[in-house]
Every structure is written in C-alpha cells, then in structure tokens.
C-alpha cells in the first residue's frame, strides 16, 4: 500500500507541474531577471522530480489530506502547450537541425525587382496615331514626349510610291517614287542633331542641323539646314499631312516663288509653357538665286504660337521677308489655327503678301476624321479646299477642292487615295486628278 501511494503522490506532482509550469514557460522571462528564472527552473525540477531529491521523499511530498484534487488552469489550450512543450525530433531527422520557429501567418513572398526594361511600358499606339519621328519634320515632335522614350539615337525613314491620273494630260497614268527619305538622328541631354536625305530628289540632303538647349528646354538654338518658321502647312509633318503633298498654295508660293522651305541659317527659339505653352521663334537664313543665279541678301522669318485650350487649340502668326536687308520684293504675313477635338482635327490658314508679279491673297482649310476600325486599322476621310488671288499687274486667280479616303494601319503604314478638282496658275481651266499613293515608314 505504501509503495502504491508514492507512486500516486508521483503522478500527481508531475500532473501539477505540467499544468502550473507551461503557462510559465510560454510566458516572457519575468522582471526578476536571470535569478528568478534560475530560481522558477529549480522549482520545475522539484516538480517534476515526484518530491524525490536525492533519493530522499520529504514527508509532505502530497496533498493533504481531506483537500480536493487540483484542477488545471483556466484557459490553458492546447496551443499553449504545444508551444511551450520542445518539438519532437523524428526518426531519421538530422540531430542539429533547427527546430522550425511557430508562426501565426506566412510570410508574405517578396517579387524580386523589375528591371529598368520590365519597368517601362511601351506606349501603345492607336491606328491614325500619325507622330513624327523627324525633328527637321515637325520641330515640335518630341517636346512632350519624356526622356526615357526618346532614343539616343534613332535611324528612320519612310517611302512614298504614287500612281495618278490627270484629266489635263488625257488621263495618262503615271507611277512615281515621290519620296524615299532616310536619316539619322540623336538626342542628348542638351543636344539634339539629325541628317537626312531623300534618294528620290534632285536635291538629296534635305536637313542638317544641330539644336542646343538649356536642361529645361525654353531656349534653343538652331543651325545648320533646316525649315523656316513660315506657313502651318509647311511646318506640318509630311507623315502627319492627311492628303498627298503640300497643296496649291504652299506649291505657288514656296517652290515657284521661294517664300520660306528648308534653308541654312540661324534661328533662336524660346518656349514659355506657363503662358499658353507661348513658343516664338525667329531667325536669319541663306536667300535664294535670282534669275541670273547670283545669290541674293538674307532672309528673315518669325513664327509665334500659343495653346489656349492646351493641345486642342492652336493659334499662330508667322512672316517670311526675302531680301529683307535689300530690296524686299517678296515677303508674307500668315495666321494659321488648329482644332484638335478627339478624332476630328482641322486647320485653316490665310495669307496676304507681295510677289514680283504684285499683291496675293491665299486661304487654306483641311479637316479630317479618324475612325478606327480594329486595334489596329483605321479609316480616315479627308476633305480640303484652297484659294489664291494675284492682284496687280498680273490677276489671276486659283483654287482646288479634294476630297479622299486614307486607309492606316497603325502608325507605320497607310493607303491614300484622293481626287482634286483645281485651277492652279497658268492653266486655262480646272482639272480632274486621280491619285494613289502608299506610304510606309521604319
């Protein structure tokens, strides 16, 4: 009977450490520091020992007698206990293992970092999206595009294939290369230069500039060859154009009577973004041959532009003087707007000047209207009408009216075809022009 007694006294103790000792041990260390602790694990191992040190059972090892039996602590859960207990080591577990640390959560899983590549998203074009990638095009190209869009260096370049039908020459088909420009342009921080030719003109080198800037791009500097600040229509892109050529009047005024085009010269520009996004520009360039061939004095041109209506509106006024410091024979006023409004673009622009031949007067209106048909085709139907007068010694008058349907994919590729009734200088009365052209640029 005694010995079964010391084994049920045994049983009990163990019962009681566990029980009082494993909201201990899952508790932090108490304040008494490191000699309370000590003191707690001394108390456990007596404990845990049955009331048997050194072999020697101390007379009141149990509970006394008549006292009712322990119960285990209120709110003890089984969690509790399965962190204060030691992990179990399994067969064939390596002896130094760590034992994995209880968590409450998974960790979240960290993606390694993007690079730069990844990072940056092509910006995808719409069909009819028409921007140039030419600098001597559209000066105005990359001003809001950001920098780390802009390639150090770009290689462009485009083809224009053209077949047409004119009533004044008995509808005799002709086939043509109209333009098969190539280039190369850089872009540095306060650098930008560019040189292209086109291999289907008589005169191949078309620009050659460099252009200098300050870090925030309100001044610059232009020199070498490239266009005036003269006429909207010639200011324009070629790709951007949504008809085929430059028109009646910017064809009398710039190639027959050299008002303005591609020259060498030296022109300053400055652009003040907060007052309606204000650009003016202004600059000397080299003037034309006369009819001996002798070349002629400078050449002075002007452009200023504002954006009232942020990209949707333009408003414009420029000027070219031929021969300013001589004679001055042949010089223009011009004032140009232009409403972008979603897919509808138009713009309008008259003109009043002298030529040899007397006073002019010109007005020039182009709308258009992108439709998309897919993701990446569009169609967009272009209409158009000019006038000129020559009021002087020589009076005449011209004027053309067209109308046509381009076909674009994307902002690589696009098929024009286009009618145009017109009266142009010299002939005796209008005429039909059928046309065809395909484009496509890299």
């Known amino acids: 009977m005694g010995g079964w007694r010391l084994d049920e006294l045994g049983r009990r103790g163990l019962l009681v450490a566990v029980l009082v000792g494993g909201p201990a041990w899952a508790a932090p260390a108490p304040e008494g520091g490191v000699e309370t602790a000590a003191s707690g694990s001394a108390a456990a191992v007596d404990a845990l020992s049955g009331g048997v040190v050194d072999g020697v059972e101390p007379v009141d090892a149990g509970p006394p007698e008549g006292s009712e039996p322990l119960e285990p602590t209120p709110g003890l859960t089984e969690g509790a206990l399965a962190q204060a207990l030691p992990p179990r080591i399994q067969p064939g577990d390596s002896r130094d293992a760590a034992p994995p640390t209880p968590t409450t959560s998974a960790a979240p899983t960290v993606e390694p970092a993007k690079t730069a590549a990844e990072q940056k998203k092509k910006k995808k074009r719409k069909p009819g999206a028409q921007q140039e990638d030419s600098i001597g095009e559209d000066a105005t190209a990359l001003d809001d595009t950001p920098d780390d869009e802009i390639q150090t260096v770009r290689v462009f370049g485009r083809v224009y294939a053209q077949a047409s039908a004119d009533q004044r020459e008995k509808y005799a088909r002709t086939l043509s290369i109209n333009s098969a420009r190539v280039g190369v342009a850089t872009s540095l921080p306060n ?71 591609r020259r060498l010269g030296l022109m300053g520009e400055v652009r003040l973004k907060g007052l309606w996004d204000l650009r003016v520009s202004a600059g000397a360039f080299q003037g034309s041959r006369d009819e001996l061939g002798v070349r002629t004095k400078e050449d002075l041109a002007g452009r200023i532009t504002v954006r009232p209506l942020k990209k949707m509106l333009t408003l414009g006024v420029s000027t070219y003087v031929a021969e300013a410091l001589d004679r001055a024979r042949r010089h223009a006023m011009a004032a140009d707007a232009e ?89 005796e009365a209008p005429g039909l022009e059928y046309s065809l052209q395909l484009a496509t640029r890299f």
């Open 191 to 261: 650098l930008e230069a560019e040189v292209s030719a086109d291999l289907a003109d008589s005169n191949m080198l078309k620009d050659a500039f460099v252009r200098l800037s300050d870090d925030n791009k309100r001044f610059r500097l232009y020199g070498g060859q490239f266009k005036s600040p003269f006429l909207q229509r010639r200011l324009e892109g070629a790709w951007s154009l949504p008809i085929q050529g430059r028109g009646l009047v910017e064809d009398y005024l710039g190639d027959v009577h050299e008002l303005g085009g």
């Open 339 to 427: 409403l972008k409004f979603g897919a509808f673009h138009v713009t309008g622009e008259v003109v009043t000047g002298r030529l040899p031949v007397g006073p002019f007067t010109a007005q020039l209106l182009l709308a258009s209207w992108t439709l998309p048909v897919t993701t990446e085709w569009a169609l967009q139907p272009v209409v158009g009408a000019e006038g000129l007068q020559l009021r002087g010694d020589v009076e005449g008058k011209g004027h053309s009216l067209l109308g046509g349907l381009n076909l674009l994919l994307g902002s690589r590729f696009r098929g024009q075809f286009q009618v145009e009734r017109a009266l142009r200088p010299g002939d």
